[in-house]
């Protein structure tokens, strides 16, 4: 209310790229990452919707499919706080619903407990199960190569935010030093950013977020370039599932997107479902990204 929207007032919503640099000119006050950068992307996403039901199309026509469905992989099955027993049964549920990819936390305070319930987990289930670690950045370079290493022999898909997510030298040491790939892009802010990583050559698997990055314009950026590259997207979501689903099935270096919190999926207007293992894909005009009424009177602050 107070930044953004003096910028763009009464101007044309369907100039989405002259708004937008409108309201980046505003950051050198309010900061370029984090709440700044995701209300900038809120933005965004507005704008897009407003083209998209003048369209009358969802997002992912507007851009144009590269796929027809969207693989998933399940985030909800892996907490920190759960016993090795209980996290054992809870991966052996989501496969049970056709989930062949499954990602688990990482990060207690002594790594080898972390390194005994990765152990028992893949022996749980099974070599034909993908499995994912994230660490939420808590490691340092030494803790993150010496356990990285011993994780190596559990066939892991991928070592997610090992470290700060702004130390990208770390990280290039790091990916040099294992062959287990490195994954980032929870706490990437920007297209420069993602740039540094690429090309110092310390990201393999880049998890671009739309609502971390300035909206679907810089995210469609930040896959273009690692394409060039040679290097897969695989979107970070939390919650915008509707979105990062479209943009993936637009997106040929995008196999598959995060499912994750779906116990509050009904947030959402037409919300995006798994079933056997891939995300269906929405047909009502627009990003996809629309609250409930319900939802909008009892949280509404003002």
């Given amino acids: 209310d ?17 708004l937008m640099r409108a309201m980046h000119s505003t950051n050198h006050f309010i900061g370029r990452v984090g709440v ?49 027993a209980e996290l054992i049964d809870d991966m052996h549920r989501i496969i049970q619903r056709g989930f062949d990819a499954v990602k688990m936390k990482l990060g207690l305070p002594d790594p080898r407990e972390d390194f005994a319930r990765v152990k028992a987990v893949r022996k749980a289930i ?44 770390a990280h290039a040491e790091l990916a040099h030093s294992l062959d287990l790939p490195i994954a980032v892009g929870e706490t990437i802010y920007s297209l420069h950013d993602f740039r540094n990583y690429i090309e110092s050559r310390a990201v393999d698997i880049v998890q671009a977020d739309v609502t971390k990055l300035s909206g679907i314009d810089e995210w469609l950026d930040v896959a273009a370039l690692a394409r060039a590259y040679g290097l897969p997207v695989i979107p970070h979501t939390n919650v915008q599932h509707n979105i990062h689903v479209q943009l993936a099935a637009a997106t040929e270096n995008a196999p598959m997107v995060e499912c994750c919190y779906e116990s509050i999926h009904d947030i959402w207007e037409n919300p995006v479902r798994v079933i056997d293992g891939h995300y269906t894909l929405p047909e009502a005009p627009g990003v996809g990204g629309k609250l409930t009424d319900a939802i909008l009177t009892k949280f509404r602050v003002a």
């Fill in 2 to 18: 107070d930044v953004y929207a003096p910028a763009i007032l009464g101007k044309d919503p369907l100039q989405r790229r002259e």
């Fill in 126 to 169: 099974g070599e034909d199960i993908r499995l994912m670690v994230d660490v939420n950045t808590v490691w340092d370079l030494a803790t993150a190569t010496v356990w990285g290493r011993r994780l190596e022999e559990f066939d892991i898909s991928w070592l997610e935010e090992p470290m700060h997510p702004f130390d990208v030298k």
């Fill in 36 to 84: 700044a950068r995701v209300g900038l992307s809120a933005m965004n996403l507005a704008l897009w919707d407003i083209q998209l039901r003048l369209e009358d199309q969802p997002l992912w026509r507007h851009l144009g499919p590269a796929k027809t469905k969207v693989k998933a992989y399940n985030t909800d099955g892996g907490w920190l706080t759960w016993s090795t």
